[in-house]
């Protein structure tokens, strides 16, 4: 017989912490095929760096030609048809057959559920982000509008980041007092586990004056008019519109039949979906956690630890514990924390870390150690 086949879809972070992990307890016992159309990974967060001018896009890419692990191949191919029954993977160059499959392909945008969306400014892809830093520099008065078109959508906090910062780059031009902002966020409150870390953002919001709309989305955007209309007929005149799309899972994986309602069923502890041998880990599957690198790589342990018991026959599986850490850029360069838990209680709880500059280095390190873990750098 063969050495087992795992065939992981999607190097983002549940892709590549599942692999590594992998490697590490299995190293090349074990045929590890890791599939991403992209060359680069690129964390979240360094989106915002991008857009606001603080990192260049090539200095916060990853090439994958740098992630070398014992028993893993990672291949650039553009998957195109997923059969979760028989565990078969089509891509634009070649079929790749899985003992055990697991889907990491991380959830894309629907700019056809706003209308209007695909015609403004986005800041939640790279090429959004990129855009941005040609258009941010010619704002220099009105009004500011920050949308949410949709829940769930990835790393709650980031649009209210995405506000503080916006605050700093105004005031650092000089231009603050011409502009004002606005948040939409169809959530009640900035981060809903943890009240806390929601009541200092909302003091953040008040003392920058920044205008924050919760429970509301996006439903359309006129860009003849230049007004957003929420969902219920508010109509909100802009001159600078910062869109966050509505999210699912990518079409590949719309058309396997796998997801439902735009996402992914699995149980949440074990990430095994109602196919045998298939799992989904990362903001595709619904586990009721945020959709947040942090969690995608909770996800990821879980997975890994059940793999490497079926295939060493022995040992048990660690369940996923839904429990992650986020920081959170509050402007002038301080970091606030929050360490949400949501399948300890019955109702998800969270922790709230008062932003300081000290965090900064905490953040930092988070998105070092997994670059030298994953890549070497
Ligand atoms: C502005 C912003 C800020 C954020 N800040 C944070 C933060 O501070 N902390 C945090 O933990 N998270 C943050 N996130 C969220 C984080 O980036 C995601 O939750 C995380 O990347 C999800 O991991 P994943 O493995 O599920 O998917 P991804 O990392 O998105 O990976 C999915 C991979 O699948 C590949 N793929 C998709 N379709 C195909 C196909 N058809 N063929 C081949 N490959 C395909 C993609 O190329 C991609 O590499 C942020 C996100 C944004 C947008």
Not at 160 to 175: F, I, N, P, T
Not at 316 to 334: D, K, L, P, S
Request: charged content about 20%; aromatic content about 10%; overall charge negative.
């Amino acid at each position: 017989m063969g050495k087992p086949r795992i065939v992981v879809l999607g190097a983002g972070f549940g892709g590549l912490e599942l692999t590594t992990l992998l490697s590490e307890q299995m190293g090349d016992s074990i045929d590890v095929t890791l599939i991403d159309k992209s060359d680069s990974f690129m964390f979240g967060f360094s989106k915002l760096d991008v857009m606001f001018g603080h990192a260049e896009a090539d200095a916060v890419r990853m090439p994958y030609s740098n992630y070398a692990k014992p028993g893993v191949q990672l291949l650039k191919r553009t998957i195109t048809a997923i059969d979760p029954v028989a565990r078969r993977v089509t891509t634009d160059d070649g079929v790749f057959d899985a003992d055990y499959l697991v889907v990491a392909l991380g959830a894309e945008y629907d700019f056809d559920a706003t209308p209007g969306l695909a015609g403004t400014n986005e800041f939640y892809s790279i090429p959004g982000a990129i855009a941005l830093r040609d258009v941010l520099p010619n704002f220099t008065s009105g009004h500011a509008l920050i949308g949410v078109c949709g829940a769930p959508y990835k790393c709650p906090p980031a649009p209210s980041e995405c506000a503080l910062m916006l605050h700093d780059y105004l005031v650092q031009r000089g231009v603050r007092d011409n502009c004002q902002i606005s948040l939409v966020l169809p959530l009640s409150s900035p981060v809903p586990p943890s009240p806390e870390t929601s009541r200092a953002l909302l003091e953040a919001f008040a003392e920058r004056g920044i205008e924050f709309i919760p429970s509301r989305r996006v439903a359309s955007v006129d860009n003849a008019r230049n007004v957003a209309v929420l969902d219920d007929g508010r109509e909100m005149a802009f001159d600078l519109f910062l869109g966050v799309p509505k999210h699912r899972v990518p079409p590949v994986v719309l058309e396997s039949g796998m997801s439902e309602n735009g996402w992914i069923p699995v149980n949440p502890r074990t990430l095994e979906t109602k196919y045998e041998n298939v799992y989904a880990v990362g903001d595709g599957a619904a586990t009721g956690t945020p959709k947040a690198g942090v969690f995608a790589e909770g996800a990821a342990k879980a997975v890994a630890s059940a793999l490497v018991a079926r295939l060493r026959q022995s040992g048990e599986a660690v369940q996923y514990n839904g429990f992650g850490t986020c920081y959170i850029e509050f402007g002038a360069g301080r970091i606030g924390k929050v360490e949400v838990d949501f399948f300890s209680g019955p109702q998800p709880t969270g922790s709230y870390y008062e932003p300081s500059t000290a965090l900064r280095g905490d953040k930092e390190h988070f998105g070092s150690s997994r670059r030298a873990r994953w890549f070497g750098l």
